[in-house]
């Protein structure tokens, strides 16, 4: 083999070359040879000695791959096409002994007619073959490199030219990742610069776009990401794949840039995607950064106020919200029943809130899904974040187990409120406790290019006894382990299994014979499977199936003590599971106009063991109406209910930055809470769907306009909404649903309807930033029985206990210095509904009250004023750790908020009291710092 490596031409370009002889005269010498688990070099090799031709190569461009072949008498022409089948590499015949490998290109032994040095009369008096009547082509369009081109850009050349082939465009895809973590990177920017074209990568960091043939010079660009410039020549098809690092920019104290139009873009309705560095510097009680009261500021999202763990989203009741951390269910995300939230903003990476329109993939839940990731673990160096305040701390570590490829992420946050009950000079306080922590880890593993591995750990605890002889105490514990494989460029297939458990606890220790320790615990297992399918730029369709298992145990007292009198009960357990397959179709239609399309069929079986009590049907539930008990086996199905639900969302651009958006989707819900109180608290229990039960339905349609100025520095959008649904659990005046065997009798299903309309000005840039919300909102439960003693309020509508008409929020930014901020946060909400007394009437002497119809009534309204000053340690980039100070009050006014008012009949008289949270100013100096 002779002149090895000085002939291969993939670097140097399109080559002409005037060849004695033809193609269509080379050689069909044919040869027999045989290769197992060989390299290209090495078959080459084998060839030159078995049949005397000799080749002339770039050794680098012939890889590394192994390969196999058996050809019996076969053209060396069939041979090398096999050999170099899904290359780049092509080859020419030059003569009856020398053949000519390249990269890329094709050679041409002919000249094209086109040719412009050719003299037409010099060519008629040539004595010899004329060129221009050979039966040649063409060069490609790709060899007119324009001048305005840059030289030095990486040249990446893409796919394999063909002779003969000529097309206007060639497809480019590939995948984008993070270089220092493997995980993908989505809604990155693939544009060609002086071209029109561009696209985006997906959810799986995958991109796919069509483009001219030559020289293209594209970029790839996100925020926090280092774009990335190449000089792409098309050949043919082919991949590209990035893999980009975190950009090094220096970022504002408040503002944290994310995808400008996003808001404009996004094809599902009624989506909000919270900023979590974005929090950092907004006023909350105490000191303490969250996410989910960060939340609550934006429209349609709300509480029943201050100290109500709940969330509310577009009139929906707050059992009817899926809170996901990392796939996995958490039940109860609050500490203190609301005043701190149970998610530790320090490991959160990403917040997605859909309160509109709900993708396929998600069900069980009516009105809303909070899905909360929290961030990947640093692969390249350990790092960390804490946060010391008066009455919290928190810490979270990033530690690389395996430098670029896996890493474990752990946060934990607790309360020292013991030792500051303990150091007060009441006694009655002294004696209290109050306290919690939650704890989180998360173990993240690039196992090779196709294949990634996640698992989440994550354990939380309240425990409190304000002068009281109860001790109240609640935990969520949850595990989710997910695995992705890339199937090819198009496909990619997630499995996720998780596992949640919330479970509250009340042991009562006053009277010597009362005593007794009470409990509640629901537990549920989830398997799940996803196929994310890029088919082209106008489809990506998600489709999957689920499996759910839910364990219910409704409640038991057992005494406390050896004195104790109290007879052991425990309610009859429950079991259930809820299947599901889904589909959707991210379409886009045209350059205006895109859908979202989904479908849904949920599928719930009610499974024994169990005792279901069958009651007439023309008389009220109750004791005296009980025909029958139905026994049912182990895993025997009770009952099952199930409906196709529909997902339909659309986009239309009516200018490049203001879009009109619709959406609709019905859902179903099997499972339910069982509460009398207006906000969560250890005697809430959940309830699944059963004989005597049914599973709630709702539908919502919504339709809203979007439009950036200013470059997207101003972000103004409307919506609005109307929800209807029907079988909602509500309670029996009187009832009593904790500890009941027959909760049956004790509650109703009625129909709700909500609308509203939901204004947000966000302005994203400058000294001052922030955004202002504001929400009208009805939200109405009617319980309409054929019994006239069950109804309520004669059967007609009556406002929820967290209908609110107005509510208002600002949040405001301004930046003095790149260090030095102030902050404010204020908030209007129209007071809740309540039921107040009449009248009185008298019964053995003593006066009790005779309350008006359900929630006719309002507390005052709500409005509080918060106020911090944030100070940024110096941006020195070589140091341990970067500080930063948050100074702030917590209502300044001073505003005594009611939270609720209610009757007491005490020694014979009716006696009203209301209660608050916060009634003065609230002052926090809360130190913070990542290194």
Known sequence: MKNRGIFFWGNLGLVFMLCQWSWAQTTKQNITISYENKTRKEVLLQIEEESGYEFYYDEQGLGAELISGDFRSTPVTKILTEIFKNTVINFHVLDTQTIILTSNVVIQDKLPQSFGFLDRENEKKSDSLSISSLPIEEPPPFLEEKEQQETELDIVRIGRQRRGVKQDEYKLSGIVKNANTGEPIPNLAIVVEQLSLGTVTNANGYYEIELPPGINIIQAQAIGIET?????????????????????????????????????????????????????????????????????????????????????????????????????????????????????????????????????????????????????????????????????????????????????????????????????????????????????????????????????????????SITSDSIYSYKNRLFAIKWNHQINEKNTLGISLSNSQYDFNIEFDGDADKNFDLGYRINETELKAKVLSVFNNSHNINYGISGKLYNVDPGYMDPLGSSSIIEPLEIQKEKGLESAVFVSDNLKVSENLSLDIGLRYSLFAALGESSQPIYDENLPKSEGTLLEVREFGANEIIKTYGGLEGRVSGRYFLLPDFSVKAGYNNTYQYIHTLSNNTTVSPTDTWKLSDLNVEPQRAEQFSLGLFKNFDESNYEVSLEGYYKKSKNLLDYKVGAQLLLNESIETEVLQGEGKAYGVEFLLKK?????????????????????????????????????????????????NYKFTKRFS???????????????????????????????????????????????????????????AHSFWNISIYNVLGRNNPYSVFFITENGKLQAYQSSIFSIPIPTITYNFKF
Do not use: C
């Open 228 to 464: 990335s410039r190449k000089k792409i020549i098309m050949y043919n098809d082919g991949r590209l794949d990035f893999d980009l690092t975190d950009s090094a920019e220096q970022l504002d104290e408040v503002v944290v840039e994310s995808n400008r139009i996003q808001n404009v873009e996004n094809v599902i309705a009624g989506v909000v995607e919270l900023d979590v560095a974005e929090i950092k510097t907004i006023p909350l009680v105490l000191g303490e950064r969250d996410i989910l009261k960060t939340a609550i500021t934006l429209p349609g999202i709300t509480n029943a106020g201050e100290g109500s763990s709940g969330y509310n989203v577009r009139g929906g009741r707050t059992d009817q919200n899926l809170f996901l951390l990392d796939k996995a269910v958490i039940y109860n995300p609050s500490h203190f029943f609301g005043i701190f939230s149970a998610l530790n903003p320090f490991v959160t990476g990403n917040v997605t809130i859909y309160k509109g329109n709900i993708p396929s993939e998600y069900g069980g839940r009516l009105s809303s899904v909070f899905d909360i990731g929290t961030k990947e673990a640093n692969t390249e160096k350990f790092t960390g974040e804490a946060a010391i305040g008066p009455v919290t701390s928190n810490l979270s570590v990033e530690i690389p187990i395996i430098k670029n490829k896996s890493g474990i992420l752990i946060g934990g946050r607790t309360t020292y409120s013991n030792w500051i009950l303990r150091s007060l000079d009441d006694e009655e306080l002294k004696n209290s406790e109050a306290s919690f922590f939650d704890i989180i880890a998360k173990y993240n593993d690039k196992l090779n290019e196709n294949n990634s591995l996640e698992a989440t750990a994550y354990l939380s605890r309240d425990a409190f």
């Open 764 to 812: 994203n840039e400058g000294r001052l930033n922030g955004w202002l919300g504001y929400t009208y909102s009805r939200t109405f439960t009617k319980l309409e029985s054929q019994f006239i003693e069950e109804q309520v309020n004669n059967g007609e509508y009556f406002p929820s206990n967290f209908d609110k008409p107005h509510d208002f929020s600002l949040v405001t």
């Open 822 to 880: 102030l902050s404010a946060n204020f908030v209007y909400q129209t007071g809740r509904p309540v039921t107040f007394p009449i009248g009185t009437y008298f019964l053995d002497g003593a006066e009790f009250p005779l309350f008006s119809d359900r929630n006719k009534f309002r507390i005052p309204d709500f409005y509080r004023l918060d106020l911090s000053f944030n100070i940024e340690g110096n941006h020195k980039i070589k140091k341990f």
